[in-house]
């Protein structure tokens, strides 16, 4: 080998090796389940990869963090299937959840070069919430129920949520609920305690949210599934997998492990108890046995 030969065997080993010390970037939407989970993935890649760990969280909505995503200002993010299905692939409504799943992994690796891992656990999907005692006193536990039940209903929504044509326009098309007035738009933080002061009398909600495992709501069924399926995966872009050889591997480990239910408990950790998130997520993982 040419001195020539050599000094370029070198100077590629270093460039290889400055790529792999280069920070990973973890990313997350603005919502505390999301945060959570961020958190959870960081750490574990610094416990297990040993590189170093970015943060980049309250990215904004789902539009906003996949152009995160393939822009480079992230390196994976967690997301929901039903809403990369609808918002940034804008596909047909698609309600068998293997079937999205799918189809989502082949156009983000056609389109962006960008891979699915497997679904982490957790199927939180949208759910509207009415207060426990009217759900008692009605006997509804269906979204066809409140459709067929005699009361008006006063919707309260994120901006997001009334956006979409696949949840606020799909709803009603699907139940057809009877509304009082048009809906009103809040922050996602300010939606339960509206209704809990019965401002509204129906709130969209996530089924991972902390409010579901701390105060008296129910959430109505989906019966006629009108809600695309969500499950939490993790979207990576593939030049990061290449650059770290051992990250699947390690993301993999994650894979079932963050349920809906468990989900909901850590967020209520951190907006009720206000526990940090990073010992939130640090204890939990001692107890899914992925720390010591």
């Given at each position: 080998m040419t001195r020539r030969d050599t000094l370029g065997v070198l100077a590629a080993a270093a460039l290889a090796g400055?790529?792999?010390?280069?920070?990973?970037?973890?990313?997350?939407?603005?919502?505390?389940?999301?945060?959570?989970?961020?958190?959870?993935v960081a750490q574990h890649l610094e416990?297990?990869?040993?590189?170093?760990?970015?943060?980049?969280?309250?990215?904004?909505?789902?539009?906003?963090?996949?152009?995160?995503?393939?822009?480079?200002?992230?390196?994976?993010?967690?997301?929901?299937?039903?809403?990369?299905?609808?918002?940034?692939?804008?596909?047909?409504?698609?309600?068998?959840?293997?079937?999205?799943?799918?189809?989502?992994?082949?156009?983000y690796r056609l389109r962006s070069a960008i891979e699915w891992l497997d679904p982490l656990g957790s199927e939180g999907g949208f759910g509207m919430v009415i207060r426990g005692e009217d759900a008692r006193a009605g006997r509804l536990t269906t979204l066809s129920d409140a459709a067929a039940h005699a009361t008006r209903w006063r919707l309260g929504v994120t901006q997001e949520f009334l956006e979409q044509p696949t949840l606020y326009r799909r709803l009603m098309s699907v139940y057809s609920l009877p509304l009082a007035a048009a809906p009103r738009a809040f922050q996602a933080g300010a939606l339960y305690k509206a209704l809990a002061a019965s401002e509204v009398s129906m709130v969209s909600g996530s089924l991972t949210d902390a409010a579901l495992a701390g105060a008296d709501f129910q959430v109505l069924q989906d019966d006629r599934n009108a809600f695309p399926p969500c499950q939490a995966a993790l979207a990576v872009r593939a030049d990061a997998l290449t650059r770290h050889p051992d990250l699947r591997q390690v993301l993999d480990q994650l894979a079932g492990k963050f349920s809906t239910e468990a989900l909901r408990k850590l967020s209520l950790e951190v907006e009720v108890q206000h526990r940090p998130v990073a010992q939130v997520a640090a204890d939990y993982l001692r107890r899914a046995g992925l720390a010591p």
């Open positions: 400055c790529a792999r010390k280069r920070p990973l970037r973890v990313g997350a939407k603005n919502s505390t389940e999301q945060t959570i989970l961020a958190e959870a416990r297990r990869l040993g590189v170093p760990v970015e943060r980049r969280l309250n990215l904004g909505d789902t539009v906003l963090a996949h152009q995160a995503l393939i822009t480079g200002q992230v390196d994976l993010y967690p997301e929901y299937s039903g809403l990369a299905f609808t918002i940034v692939l804008k596909l047909p409504f698609e309600a068998e959840p293997a079937i999205v799943m799918e189809r989502l992994r082949s156009e």
